[in-house]
Nanobody, 124 residues
Framework: QVQLVESGGGSVQAGGSLRLSCAASGYTWRRACLGWFRQAPGKEREGVAR????????VYADSVKGRFTISQDNAKNMVYLQMNSLQPEDTAMYYC?????????????????WGPGTQVNVSS
């Protein structure tokens, strides 16, 4: 059974940092694509970053390039999102998701497995 569990959310002031973690289990993750998405109140869920487990290749949304870094620890089946220079517009529920077909885009529709999410609040 595929399971994803996020942690590390919280409240910070603008300019601060947070590190989100995602624990993955229940599949041979080596061939999967893991991604981070976010959804703010009243807005659609959007892709933030993704990493292809086999190669480590990464893709970022333009809005977070240079500020966020996605990484992985294959031995622990963990994926991380380091978020620096946080801004109020980064406030959202953040979700870890898995694409077991490894299409590996930032499209919500390509990710079939989702964690429950972790809330990030950034105050000005």
């Amino acid at each position: 059974q595929v399971q994803l569990v996020e942690s590390g959310g919280g409240s910070v002031q603008a300019g601060g940092s947070l590190r989100l973690s995602c624990a993955a289990s229940g599949y041979t993750w080596r061939r999967a694509c893991l991604g981070w998405f976010r959804q703010a109140p009243g807005k659609e869920r959007e892709g933030v970053a993704r990493i292809l487990r086999a190669s480590g290749s990464t893709v970022y949304a333009d809005s977070v390039k240079g500020r966020f870094t996605i990484s992985q620890d294959n031995a622990k089946n963990m994926v991380y999102l380091q978020m620096n220079s946080l801004q109020p517009e980064d406030t959202a529920m953040y979700y870890c998701a898995a694409d077991l077909r490894a299409v590996c885009s930032l499209l919500v529709a390509n990710f079939g497995y989702w964690g429950p999410g972790t809330q990030v609040n950034v105050s000005s």
